[in-house]
């Protein structure tokens, strides 16, 4: 039985998920970079592969449709990415990265590193690994 549901795994997994995003982001913004956690995940998506659709982008995201539009949005209007109508779907768009959102990958990846080194201080490699087979394991026992 559950006495303290502070101390589940899903409030701990949730709770430390928040605060990378929120540390992500705070520290994005000390060093002039107008971009979200959530907008970096659409753009570590792109950058792995380039031309999805924006139902691609919100299934490899875990977002719905309306907020993939607004993070596109978003990124859009930073000329980070464009849209392109899909040649063999009128009704669909295929979201390219700009040379800008290829290139800025360069200077966010110390900020990234930066934040998980200050995330991981004081926890060995060893346990580290450990504690991503575990999530790894948990992850495939809910699929």
Do not use: C
């Amino acid at each position: 039985m559950i006495n303290n549901l502070h101390e589940t795994t899903g409030y701990k997994i949730r709770n430390v998920s928040l605060l990378l995003v929120n540390k992500i982001n705070q520290n994005f913004q000390k060093e002039g970079f107008d971009i979200t956690a959530d907008q970096l995940k659409m753009l570590v998506v792109l950058w792995d592969k380039d031309g999805k659709t924006q139902n691609e982008l919100g299934e490899s995201i875990g977002r719905f449709k309306t907020s993939v539009t607004k993070l596109v949005d978003g990124l859009e209007k930073r000329k980070l990415i464009r849209r392109v109508q899909d040649p063999t779907d009128r009704r669909s768009n295929l979201v390219y990265l700009t040379k800008l959102g290829k290139n800025i990958r360069k200077q966010l990846l110390p900020i990234i590193e930066k934040t998980l080194d200050e995330a991981h201080k004081s926890i060995s490699e060893d346990k580290l690994m450990e504690f991503h087979n575990v999530l790894d394991q948990i992850e495939s026992n809910l699929m």
